[in-house]
């Protein structure tokens, strides 16, 4: 994989937590801790897309005819059968 060398600016409270995160062991040096920054915030990212298609699946799936009771009960009644309750 090919890499870019970027500079950053940073403020001198960011550089001491970078620092003390190298400090404490977490990371090497300050680019590994730029590169995890980036690959949780890309997990994140993919997290919420995730969550915000299947927000839009269930509003685009239309009004339910299920009561609350009915709902919990089939919730209730899965749990059971994955050992989870």
Do not use: C
């Amino acid at each position: 994989m090919r890499t870019v060398r970027k500079t950053i600016t940073l403020t001198d409270l960011h550089d001491q937590w970078i620092k003390a995160q190298i400090a404490a062991g977490h990371f090497t040096n300050d680019s590994e801790y730029i590169r995890d920054l980036i690959r949780r915030d890309r997990e994140q990212n993919a997290e919420f897309e995730a969550l915000k298609a299947s927000v839009k699946e269930g509003l685009d799936s239309g009004l339910s005819e299920k009561t609350v009771p009915s709902i919990m009960a089939e919730v209730e009644a899965r749990l059971r059968t994955d050992g989870r309750l």
